[in-house]
Every structure is written in structure tokens, then in C-alpha cells.
């Protein structure tokens, strides 16, 4: 009795518009749970919240080294989580500044592409939803006008409007999959983005303590360590 149940909103759909629509309704559903995982991840991420990692690289700046650590690692957002990795790099003396550099670069990449996982199904939905309606719209013209064929001076003007509104609900139902998924997708290609700039400009800052933004006046002030003065490694001279 559930089966039936469950089965018949999935037979009223092919009645009305065939396989087609099954297909896209089966999409529209993926699409869903990707946007709902999506939104999970980036929730538990912390995306989008950067007020720890900007403190974070304030203390930085400020010669605060120890203060500046707990902040990152005290923050929930992904961009502390990069900031706190370049800072106790930054801080490990026994280490060529290049070394450090492409390693938190490597740790930041890796959670961009954590964040980016199954957008790119999301897109390929936006794609193909349009194309899929499309493709359900020609095959229901194909058979009005076989059945209108076939009727010959007897067609009934309004079974030929019928069929052609059924076909035309096809592309409806592809460019309503369509719309939102795109629209879903740049959203969160927008947040990654961001995020992405967080990251760069906040490594940035550390390495370089934010140099062109201070005074001659304040040169020599910090006690953060100079990255420039780090003993290299492994034959790299010192920023390489």
C-alpha cells in the first residue's frame, strides 16, 4: 500500500510530461541535497567569518606573536585555520621563508578544495536541465505532429494544442531546475572566492607585516621575527 502511494506521484509525473520529467524531477532532487550539504559545510566551516583571523593578524602586526596564535587557533572560520598555520610557521626560526610560504599554500589550497566539492555536479545540473527540456519538448512536437499525420482532415485542433502545452512543460520544468541551481552555484563560488582573498591577503600581511603601511617612524618597533633573516634550507636563499 506505501509502495503504490510513493508510485503514484511518479506515474502522474510520466503521464504528464514522460520520461523526461522523471529524469529532471530526479535532478532537481540531487540538486537539493547538494545545496543542503553545501550549506552544512560551510556553516561547520566557518565560512565567512574572519573577525578571529583579522584580529589574529592584527596582534601579528603589532609584534603580539603569542597573542596573535591563540586568536587563530581560538577562531571557527576557515581563514584562521590558514592564518594559525602561517603564524607558527612564521614563528619556527629553523625554517627558509619559501618553505613556509608553500606549505600553507598547500593548506590552503586543500580547504578551497574541500569547500568547492560538488559544485561543479550543481553546475553540470544548471547545464544540462535546460538541455534535457528541451530534448523533452522536440520528442512531444515529434508526436503532435505524427498524430496530426495520422488523423489527417479529422485532427482535433484541441488534442494538437494538448499535446504541444505537454511538451512545451518539459523546457518549463528544465529551465526551473536550471535557474536556481545557477544561481545556487555562483552564490557559492562568490563565498569561496572571498574566502580565497581572506586567505592571500591575510598570508600576506603576515610575511610581510603590512611593511608599505607603516611609518619609517615605527621600523624596528615590532618584535615579530624578520622572515627575511631566516637561515635557508636546503641551498633556497632567504625569500626565494
Avoid: C
Avoid at 28 to 34: C, E, G, P
Avoid at 71 to 100: D, F, K, P, W, Y
Amino acid at each position: 500500500m506505501n509502495a503504490s502511494l510513493l508510485l503514484q506521484p511518479v506515474a502522474k509525473l510520466y503521464e504528464l510530461g514522460g520520461f523526461v520529467v522523471l529524469i529532471l524531477a530526479v535532478l532537481s532532487v540531487v540538486a537539493f541535497a547538494v545545496v543542503l550539504l553545501k550549506l552544512w559545510q560551510f556553516a561547520r566551516e566557518g565560512v565567512g567569518k574572519r573577525r578571529a583571523s583579522d584580529q589574529a593578524v592584527e596582534a601579528w602586526v603589532r609584534g603580539d606573536m603569542n597573542g596573535a596564535l591563540t586568536l587563530a587557533e581560538r577562531g571557527s572560520g576557515v581563514v584562521s585555520g590558514v592564518v594559525a598555520s602561517a603564524i607558527r610557521g612564521a614563528m619556527n626560526r629553523s625554517l627558509a621563508r619559501q618553505t613556509i610560504e608553500e606549505d600553507v599554500q598547500r593548506i590552503a589550497t586543500e580547504r578551497l578544495h574541500s569547500l568547492s566539492a560538488g559544485l561543479r555536479l550543481l553546475e553540470a545540473i544548471a547545464q544540462i536541465a535546460p538541455l534535457l527540456g528541451l530534448f523533452g519538448t522536440v520528442l512531444g512536437m515529434i508526436e503532435a505532429f505524427q498524430a496530426m499525420q495520422t488523423a489527417g482532415a479529422d485532427i482535433d485542433p484541441s488534442q494538437l494544442a494538448g499535446g504541444i502545452w505537454v511538451a512545451l512543460l518539459t523546457t518549463a520544468v528544465g529551465l526551473a531546475v536550471a535557474m536556481p541551481s545557477q544561481l545556487l552555484t555562483t552564490w557559492f563560488d562568490g563565498r569561496i572566492e572571498n574566502e580565497r582573498v581572506a586567505m592571500e591577503t591575510s598570508i600576506a600581511a603576515i610575511f610581510t607585516r603590512r611593511a608599505t603601511e607603516r611609518t619609517p617612524g615605527t621600523r624596528g618597533q615590532s618584535t615579530t621575527p624578520d622572515l627575511a633573516a631566516v637561515p635557508a634550507k636546503a641551498g633556497l636563499a632567504p625569500g626565494e
